[in-house]
């Protein structure tokens, strides 16, 4: 026996209709789709026109800044580039390892490719490494897994590119292993790891910009990991960045229950500032979805894996990325966000670098690179 129950549709009674058996379809209507709501709504909540959107967007931005402290940067050096390295890649391109100043009295290190072919000035990316002891080695394909080397893949596409180190590794390996950001705090006890690490990467856009083989007007940035979640962090700092792809990053602030991760009291520290609050179960006046949102109406691209961690913090950020399409929608560019989810785990595999790089080709390219011909008739 079944129980007859009453259906209903926007809360319209549409009439009777049995409970479905274990043998038996169910009863399915026709409706309209329901409106999906999200915690990630806050992000535009009380706007609801562009002029609104960027008068909100001037809030956020200063809440970002506030985050990673950057009025405690120092004062911008003189670059003084340097060159201690030069080999030419199987004749496709020059790699170099060039030196610059970050501070009065630091250099960055990393390697820069540019194309051998004179059609130049071309288009520029920033590649940027995750938590590896010598990433700009391995984003040039010498080390580890050749998955992510990025400037080797790149420059063989057409691009002028810079890998730097992260400040922690590579060049700069402190005393007490690499990515310990020790000194770091003690030397700048008010700045942030992610404002030191996003000031840098700033700093690198200079160097392409400084070159006559790069054309600033295109330049991108792209990462994995840690990488990418600099990227993000450093497409809403610096609009020189017109294109902009992440992969894998760290979970937000919210949904994420080991958020005290953002400001652990060891090892790597993100925010060192923000632990107490963090330990008190209080989230910062800003999160990941409105510093991403900074980036637009600039292309940005983000590719997560849904088993990378946690899967229901995973699964939040598709909700995240929808309310991020809504900004884009506002600023009239809907064309210039996109995200790819897939089941790889926390991974840069083929489709997702082809996507990457065919990002970067489409918004720093000419459309003719990426321009799609019929056959012509034989």
Wanted: proline share 7%; hydrophobic share 40%.
């Amino acid at each position: 026996m079944t129980l007859a129950m009453l259906v209903t549709v926007g809360g319209i009674v549409l009439g009777a209709a049995q409970t479905p058996s274990a043998d038996s379809p169910p009863v399915r209507l026709r409706s309209d789709p329901p409106v999906i709501g999200s915690s990630w709504d806050d992000l535009l909540d009380g706007v609801k026109t562009r002029e609104d959107w960027l008068a909100h967007k001037r809030v956020l931005r200063q809440r970002y800044l506030d985050l990673i402290r950057d009025e405690h940067k120092p004062a911008k050096p003189p670059l003084d580039v340097q060159v201690h390295e030069t080999v030419t890649v199987d004749g496709v391109y020059v790699r170099k390892l060039i030196s610059y100043n970050v501070e009065a009295d630091e250099r960055a290190h990393a390697y820069l490719a540019i194309p051998v072919d004179g059609r130049g000035p071309w288009p520029a990316i920033v590649a940027l490494h995750g938590t590896y002891k010598h990433g700009k080695e391995r984003a040039a394909g010498l080390e580890d897994t050749p998955d992510k080397a990025y400037l080797d893949h790149l420059a063989r596409r057409g691009y002028v590119v810079i890998a730097p180190d992260h400040f922690v590794a590579g060049h700069r390996i402190p005393p007490e292993g690499p990515y310990d950001t020790t000194r770091f705090h003690q030397k700048h006890p008010e700045w942030t790891a992610v404002g030191k690490f996003t000031y840098e990467n700033s700093i690198a856009v200079d160097v392409l910009s400084s070159l006559p083989e790069v054309d600033a007007n295109r330049i991108g940035a792209l990462g994995h990991s840690l990488g990418g979640q600099s990227t993000y962090f450093l497409a809403a700092y610096d609009e020189r960045i017109k294109a902009a792809a992440s992969n894998c990053t760290a979970p937000f602030f919210r949904h994420f229950t080991r958020v005290e991760h953002w400001a652990r009291d060891r090892w790597y520290v993100y925010f060192k500032h923000i632990r107490p609050e963090l330990l008190e179960g209080r989230l910062p006046p800003i999160d990941m979805h409105e510093i991403i949102a900074l980036i637009a109406p600039r292309p940005f691209l983000d590719l997560s894996a849904l088993n990378d961690g946690d899967p229901l913090t995973q699964r939040q950020r598709v909700l995240m990325n929808c309310k991020i399409m809504d900004v884009y929608e506002l600023e009239k560019a809907p064309d210039n966000f996109a995200f790819y989810v897939h089941g790889r785990g926390h991974s840069v595999g083929h489709e997702s670098r082809q996507l990457m790089y065919a990002w970067m080709d489409r918004f720093l390219k000419p459309a003719e690179a990426t321009q799609t011909r019929l056959v012509k008739p034989q």
